[in-house]
């Protein structure tokens, strides 16, 4: 049963314009979420995260936005760039700080 | 480089043959976790650390695997008589564990095929 869940596999987006990126949770207890870049052959790389008493946090480019009541959150960035062209991942915590549960990820291609 | 880092990179083993990982997290981080990734899939808890102390062991990590962190500082993942469906990329992260610190930063990771 997968509690985090992102379901576009992939998402193509032109360079300059917003990429939407999605993702929904079942698991209620998760009070923290986090938004992770990984390119090939490296690690995850943290990008943006928000706190479940709050519904948006905004940190340049990147901005995310949590409905609880539909327990979804979204990662909008804007303008989209080449070099943001990877894979993204969606992650949930219970409690801060304890073990990350992820989404299968969605790859992002900015084309030019 | 003062981020996480993981050796070796790359692992290639024979089934039945055991393989040991090193994590060496960021220095001031407390907390220290194993995670593992196969193709089309997000990273997967198996195990975390606070300090030497090994806190919680996914359902995943069976008994063939065993994590280690004597001091506090490096981590070492053992696996036993290793199986093709270990095959994956073994991804070790480290955090501080402070009221508002909640992000973990993660290594390279080693890549690990079972022939």
């Known amino acids: 049963d997968q509690q985090v869940k992102q379901n576009s596999p992939s998402l193509s987006v032109q360079e300059g314009r917003i990429s939407i990126l999605n993702c929904d949770y079942t698991?209620?207890?998760?009070?923290?979420f986090l938004w992770y870049k990984k390119y090939p052959a490296e690690g995850p790389t943290f990008l943006i995260s928000?706190?479940?008493?709050?519904d948006k946090n905004e940190d340049g480019r990147f901005t995310v936005f949590l409905n609880k009541s539909a327990k979804h959150l979204s990662l909008h960035i804007v303008p989209s760039q080449p070099g943001d062209s990877a894979v993204y991942f969606c992650a949930a915590s219970i409690v801060g700080n304890t073990p990350l549960v992820f989404g299968k990820g969605t790859r992002l291609s900015v084309i030019a | 480089d003062t981020g996480v880092s993981q050796n070796p990179r790359h692992k290639i083993t024979k089934r039945g043959q055991n393989v040991t990982f090193r994590c060496d997290p960021i220095s001031e981080h407390n907390r220290l976790y194993w995670y593992r990734q196969t193709l089309g899939q997000g990273p997967e808890f198996l195990t975390y650390?606070?300090?030497?102390?090994?806190?919680?062991k996914s359902r995943l990590l069976s008994d063939r695997f065993s994590a280690e962190r004597p001091k506090g500082s490096f981590s070492t993942l053992e696996i036993q008589r290793t199986e093709q469906g270990d095959s994956a990329m073994y991804l070790c992260a480290s955090s501080l564990r402070t009221s508002g610190a909640h992000e973990q930063f993660f290594g390279p990771g080693t890549r690990l095929t079972v022939l």
């Open positions: 650390f606070q300090n030497e102390a090994q806190l919680e």
């Open positions: 928000i706190s479940s008493i709050k």
């Open positions: 698991n209620s207890m998760f009070d923290y």
